[in-house]
């Protein structure tokens, strides 16, 4: 890499290492499904099967609902499953709606995988139990510093300072 033209923000960064931290959990996870010959399966779709299991076929939007997403984020989430062949649309309850279902492949390894979201949860408990505070705590407290005033009022007041904003 060459040296910066310019100083560079991106080098400072106080959350990075907790995004490479989740990475590299989830890359764990990708493992898990890989030495249990699960192949192409995202550990970021698992959410969204099991929720179609346990509750059955779902419009894009109910399904959004019901995992705490936008309707165009899961839309997008729901093409790239449906392109790895784990859910299907089918025609909804009138003819313009669609419904979002589970394919024999998915519905072949749905316990396994809620095997792995329970194991996964565990193994997520027992570190917070190693560690002097819980990352479970660390993002209540954030929420309750949210509530106290907004992450985009912190950044406005910032920029507000800041003669390169302006």
Do not use: C, N
Not at 144 to 166: M, P, Y
């Amino acid at each position: 890499m060459t040296e910066p033209q310019a100083a560079d923000p991106t080098q400072q960064s106080l959350w990075r290492p907790l995004r490479r931290l989740q990475a590299s959990m989830d890359a764990d996870i990708a493992r898990i499904y890989s030495e249990g010959q699960i192949e192409g399966l995202k550990p970021s779709f698992v959410m969204e099967l099991l929720r179609l299991h346990a509750y059955g076929p779902m419009s894009i939007r109910e399904l959004a609902e019901s995992v705490d997403r936008t309707h165009s984020a899961l839309s997008q989430k729901v093409a790239a499953m449906r392109a790895a062949g784990w859910v299907q649309t089918v025609a909804g309850d009138d003819a313009r709606s669609k419904k979002v279902t589970l394919t024999e492949k998915a519905r072949s390894v749905v316990d396994r995988l809620a095997a792995e979201w329970r194991a996964t949860e565990a193994a997520i408990a027992e570190i917070e139990e190693e560690i002097p505070y819980p990352l479970s705590r660390v993002v209540t407290d954030i929420e309750q510093a949210l509530e106290r005033k907004s992450f985009h009022d912190r950044i406005a007041e910032k920029l507000a300072q800041d003669s390169a904003w302006h």
